[in-house]
């Protein structure tokens, strides 16, 4: 089955110490984004791909970093991880960013700050 | 301003019976999409149901049904026979075209629970 897969699926880091999150698809999309959802809260986009196009929101903490080094993988690096940051992580692609194009998630990561 | 308003924080429904989420919007756009996920306690968002803003009709995928009043700005989320696996954070979401942005934003969400 085509899916969107996040490992690992639980992540514990020591604050300020770097982690990477890792997103892959077998959907063939063109479009990968990372979210951050805290607890009890709607999912919040940090960033997107649109192929090698890379679009960050303006307040996404400079912490946060992404790379895309094909079009199955993306990934998120925390350069110094506060407390704050302990969230879930979302991976999510669509086919293009047409209004009617579905997002499709993957399972998340909840990553824990010690 | 929210652009996405799911006034219900929670709620209850017997099993096998209807229940529906609500959700209202703010756009000035002619064209978006809207958009309900399911959430379970696992994590994972599950895209349940998709209405275009220029969409004739209500949106049905199974036992899911989009209430769509374009007038109203309001676009609820009938689920019929509900089944106690319903029971989950439901997201309202919404696409904006023309000039807007292209990501998704999201409701504060409606927790379900279905009693048995």
């Known amino acids: 089955d085509a899916m969107v897969i996040q490992n690992p699926r639980y992540q514990v880091t020591q604050f300020g110490k770097p982690v990477t999150l890792s997103c892959s698809q077998t959907l063939n999309h063109n479009v990968m984004y990372w979210y951050q959802q805290k607890s009890s809260q709607a999912p919040k986009l940090l960033f997107h791909?649109?192929?090698?196009?890379?679009?960050n929101e303006a307040d996404t903490p400079d912490n946060f970093q992404s790379r895309r080094p094909n079009t199955s993988f993306c990934f998120l690096d925390i350069r110094s991880p506060g407390l704050g940051d302990a969230a879930m992580y979302l991976c999510?692609?669509?086919?293009?960013?047409?209004?009617?194009?579905?997002?499709?998630f993957g399972p998340g990561t909840r990553l824990l700050v010690l | 301003a929210q652009k996405i308003t799911q006034t219900q924080p929670g709620m209850f429904v017997q099993e096998k019976e209807a229940v529906t989420l609500d959700c209202t919007y703010d756009?000035?756009?002619?064209?978006?999409?809207l958009f309900w996920y399911k959430q379970p306690s696992s994590g994972e968002m599950i895209f349940l149901i998709y209405?275009?803003?220029?969409?004739?009709q209500n949106a049905t995928e199974g036992r899911y049904s989009l209430n769509f009043q374009k007038a109203r700005k309001s676009a609820n989320l009938v689920i019929s026979a509900s089944q106690l696996g319903d029971s989950a954070m439901y997201f309202c979401?919404?696409?904006?075209?023309?000039?807007?942005?292209?990501?998704?934003?999201f409701g504060s969400g409606t927790r379900l629970q279905v009693q048995p």
């Open positions: 756009t000035s756009d002619p064209s978006y999409g």
């Open positions: 999510a692609t669509s086919r293009a960013v047409g209004v009617e194009e579905t997002q499709y």
């Open positions: 979401a919404m696409r904006e075209g023309l000039g807007g942005r292209r990501a998704l934003t």
């Open positions: 791909y649109y192929d090698k196009d890379f679009n």
């Open positions: 209405q275009g803003s220029y969409d004739q």
